[in-house]
């Protein structure tokens, strides 16, 4: 394991049989911004909107998230190799939280995960990942429900999300928002919803005490 990764705390990891180690860690922008910004500035990446950013700028735009209590990016490692940027956001504090029902133990996800390595891509490689991600945010933060909203022609991050049991949603209009800290251009999205007694059925703890 990378001692870049090894020495930071992590607020979950999780040994996956067949597929690895996988840990959750708190983004530093500082730290992990370079190897974001390769990220996102990937032709993959076209539907996560940072395309085209300088390095110093998803820099910034995270740093500026560090400070938030209602959203929070993660760097999620596999056998001490960061593989995926996870970001997770209160969907009432967020614009999504205009377009549907807010429920009580929702959570919003954003997935971005790295380019496949010189191997290239392997079946059932980002399904054990979400696995990871489905234990950290449901079970790990006790949340009842998991929100997506993938952009419509985003039609692979669609298909991925109802292999993993994710029930679609209606098609909404998220908003433009455009403040100084913060510009999203208007997106069509079809939201998607997975309860966590579908992911942990007979695991789900009495919420009523």
Known sequence: MSDTYSTRAALHEQFVDGYGTVRVLPMDAELDGPVVHGWVN??????????????????????????LDTHHAHLLVKDGEPVALLQTYEPAADRVGECYAVEPGDIGVHLLVAPAGPGGGRPGWTTALLGAVASYVLLGLDRARVVVDPDVRNERAIARFRRQGFTPGPVVVLPEVDLPDVQLPEKRAQLAFLARETVFPGGVPDRSA
């Open 42 to 67: 990937a032709d993959r990446a076209a539907f996560w909107g940072m395309r085209g950013l300088a390095e110093g700028e998803v820099t910034a735009i995270y740093a500026h998230m560090e400070a």
